[in-house]
């Protein structure tokens, strides 16, 4: 239970990614700013595991 943040850190990166494919028609500008975000997350989570 004590290496958690990798996993809660993919999991957030998992429901930007989703934001972004719900966003993408109606705001580009906000999805590329979730498609960041959700890149960053997971990057961390990645990082961080190794």
Avoid: C, H, Q
Avoid at 27 to 34: D, E
Avoid at 38 to 43: M, R, W
């Amino acid at each position: 239970m004590a290496n958690l943040g990798p996993i809660v850190l993919l999991a957030v990166a998992g429901f930007l990614v989703g934001g972004v494919a719900a966003m993408w028609k109606t705001a580009r500008v906000m999805a590329v700013v979730l498609g960041v975000l959700a890149a960053l997350a997971a990057a961390g989570g990645i990082a961080w595991l190794l």
